[in-house]
């Protein structure tokens, strides 16, 4: 018995570094912002109190107690960062040290073993690398997607912290995350909903406030909107973020985004609010009245994967307001300047000057 198993996973083994390299190129113009299996995924399984050796694999499952932590009490956190091919022939894997501490802060918020920022960098170039032939053309408008994840995998019933963990980062290709790219969208304020609460999990970049968000964000689709802009669930007064990505307006040359205890602090967003001061801009990080909706020039969703998403909209149908950003459907100048900037930084076609960008050759 024991032989046919082994010949059976062998088999399966061989069938699945066949269909590895008999994969054909994706066609870069037309990818859409979705799952797309790769060469291979790195992996770093935590025991005893410590961080063992990074692992290469090319399989996409994983092998996982029925009684793990990540499943019943969602000790599971993620990332999202993006690599580009340059004009150059570089790739540049955008603030990636950024994403490690990002996640060490969720670690820190759901009681997991903090990874080193050295072994995650680590980790991330050693899946881009790897991975390499998947990494879009310069000039396609598309990007190679880099997810990490980290999950609890010992058994535990009763509520507490696992003994053991298992990070992972795959990869994919990837386009706009919007269908519509950097055009602008409406968007709609569902009160009756709740993303993350104050004072909870809304800082962590954890699965369950995308879970919470589900709901909302299918009523918003089945409308015709592209996202919801959530409110404080305290108060209902204040923006918080929309359901992918951080909220941003523009109003009197000055950048103002919401500041509050339940929003993920978007590195998009940090790269954005830097690149507007370098334009000479001002940048507001503080409570946003919804009512000063109506005040802004210009409006927009950032995030990694969508970097910029134009609203042309907001849409409040409890109180039957709508707030208009965009007259001719068009992206406004400043939210322009920015993608374009911070684009071309990503891309290596201008200078890295904050040193945001980490370069493979």
Known sequence: ?????????KAYLCNQIL??????????????????PTDYNIRCAYRNGKWGTLEITSDTTIPMHVAATS??????????LKAFMGKDGKIRIFRPDENAKRLQSTCDGIMMPKMSTELFLEAVVKAVTLNKRFVPPYGSGA???????????????????????LFLIFVMPVGPYFKEGFKPTPMVILRQYDRAAPLGTGTYKVGGNY??????????????????????AKEKKYVDECGPANFFGIKNNTYITPESTSILPSITNKSLMQLARDMGMKVEQRRVPVEELSTFEEAG??????????????DDIVENISYQFSKNGEAGPVCTRLYEKLRAIQNG?????????????
């Open 1 to 9: 018995m024991d032989f046919v198993f082994s010949f059976i996973n």
């Open 19 to 36: 269909n590895t390299f008999c994969m054909e190129t994706p066609n870069w113009s037309e990818l859409s912002f979705g799952y797309m």
């Open 301 to 314: 969703a950032c995030g990694t994967a969508a970097v910029i998403s134009p609203i042309i909209r907001i």
């Open 211 to 232: 879970a919470a968000s589900l709901v909302a964000g299918e009523k918003a689709h089945a409308m015709g909107y592209s996202a919801v802009l959530y409110l404080d």
């Open 349 to 361: 076609d201008e200078p890295d000057v904050h040193g945001w960008n980490v370069v493979i050759d």
């Open 71 to 80: 499943l019943h009490y969602g000790q599971e956190a993620f990332e999202g």
């Open 143 to 165: 990007s190679l997607y880099i997810r990490p994840l980290l999950i609890g995998t010992s058994p535990q019933v009763g509520v507490k912290p696992a003994d053991e963990y």
